[in-house]
């Protein structure tokens, strides 16, 4: 069983990959609406929002959670996976979302300029910006965050005039630097792939990071075929920390599929 955990919506657009990619496994998905978004937080309290997504998951029977979530992957992962994985589940994984896209694109020579866009949390712990310097040293890098994307995803207000005015302005910077790729380092923000590509413009590179994190998670089953747990029947299980039905209703829209098996649960 694979977990998948974000602070709210956006990691359905990391388990749509999942589901096409990999639609063998069983899955059970976890956001906590209740307490989106998670950018304007402390490190201190996304550690522990984080761990107890982890405790709740593997409480689940999962064997390997995926932090779909951004600002997660980047303010607690390295503590989850280096303190406290070794004292309490020595023999299960936590992944995150950072790692796989830092260097699918750091290690493409033809970028030289890169914009980075996510939650103010996450533009601020520099994972993206430290990481990618690790792979070339020679890149241009602008990081900004973009603090009102994630409620208006969470509001289902993706296809609405102010989203895409917001989006103008948050954007406008990069596109003065003229980056060659943007990075959507927050799990929200493909859902509104299409409208940044657009703005962005042909010469821009905007990948999608749940593609992205997909391949990778297929490479690291193949390496790791302890984790690599087919099933004949294979199951969809969804958590909320908030309304169930609300949940149900966008997140069919932003998954792009039925969501039958669906919970309200507090961590």
Same mark, same amino acid.
């Not at 509001?155 to 609405?160: H, V």
């Not at 493909?190 to 409208?195: G, N």
């Not at 905007?206 to 747990?229: C, M, N, Q």
């Given at each position: 069983?694979?977990? /998948?955990?974000?602070? #709210?919506?956006?990691?359905?657009? $990391?388990?749509?990959? &999942?589901? +096409?990619? !990999?639609?063998?496994?069983?899955?059970?998905?976890?956001?906590?609406?209740?307490?989106?978004?998670?950018?304007?937080?402390?490190?201190?309290?996304? &550690?522990? %929002? @984080?761990?107890? @997504?982890?405790?709740?998951?593997? #409480?689940?029977?999962?064997?390997?959670?995926?932090?779909?979530?951004?600002?997660?992957?980047?303010? @607690? !992962?390295?503590?989850?996976?280096?303190?406290?994985?070794?004292?309490? %589940? =020595?023999?299960?994984? /936590?992944?995150? /979302?950072?790692?796989?896209?830092?260097?699918?694109?750091? +290690?493409?020579?033809?970028?030289?300029?890169?914009?980075?866009? #996510?939650?103010?949390? *996450?533009?601020?712990?520099?994972?993206?910006?430290?990481?990618? !310097?690790?792979?070339?040293?020679?890149?241009?890098?602008?990081?900004?965050?973009?603090?009102?994307? $994630?409620?208006? $995803?969470?509001?289902?207000? =993706?296809?609405?005039?102010?989203?895409?005015?917001?989006?103008?302005?948050?954007?406008?910077?990069?596109?003065?630097?003229?980056?060659?790729?943007?990075?959507?380092?927050? *799990?929200? %923000?493909?859902?509104?792939?299409?409208?940044?590509?657009?703005?962005?413009?042909?010469?821009?590179? /905007?990948?999608?990071?749940?593609?992205? $994190?997909?391949? +990778?998670?297929?490479?690291?089953?193949?390496?790791?075929?302890?984790?690599?747990?087919? +099933? *004949?029947?294979?199951?969809?299980?969804?958590?909320? *920390?908030?309304?169930?039905?609300? &949940?149900?209703?966008?997140?069919?829209? %932003?998954? #792009?599929?039925?969501?039958?098996?669906?919970?309200?649960?507090?961590?």
């Amino acid at each position: 069983m694979i977990g /998948v955990f974000d602070s #709210g919506f956006g990691g359905l657009t $990391v388990l749509k990959h &999942f589901l +096409s990619h !990999l639609p063998e496994q069983d899955y059970i998905y976890l956001g906590d609406n209740a307490r989106a978004p998670y950018g304007p937080k402390s490190p201190e309290i996304i &550690f522990e %929002y @984080a761990r107890e @997504a982890v405790d709740f998951l593997f #409480g689940k029977n999962c064997d390997l959670i995926i932090f779909a979530c951004n600002t997660a992957s980047a303010q @607690a !992962l390295r503590h989850i996976q280096q303190e406290y994985l070794p004292q309490k %589940y =020595t023999d299960k994984r /936590v992944l995150g /979302v950072i790692r796989p896209i830092v260097e699918k694109i750091g +290690s493409d020579q033809k970028i030289n300029k890169v914009g980075v866009i #996510g939650t103010k949390a *996450t533009i601020e712990a520099g994972s993206y910006q430290r990481e990618l !310097l690790k792979i070339n040293p020679n890149l241009e890098i602008t990081a900004l965050s973009a603090p009102l994307l $994630v409620p208006l $995803v969470e509001e289902g207000w =993706t296809k609405r005039p102010e989203a895409k005015m917001i989006l103008r302005k948050y954007l406008k910077p990069l596109k003065l630097k003229r980056v060659v790729c943007l990075i959507l380092a927050c *799990t929200h %923000y493909p859902l509104l792939l299409k409208e940044v590509r657009e703005i962005m413009g042909k010469r821009c590179l /905007v990948p999608d990071p749940g593609k992205i $994190v997909a391949d +990778s998670l297929a490479d690291y089953l193949t390496r790791h075929p302890e984790f690599d747990k087919k +099933s *004949t029947n294979p199951k969809r299980i969804f958590y909320t *920390t908030e309304n169930a039905e609300k &949940f149900k209703g966008l997140g069919e829209k %932003y998954l #792009g599929e039925r969501i039958d098996n669906i919970a309200r649960v507090e961590l």
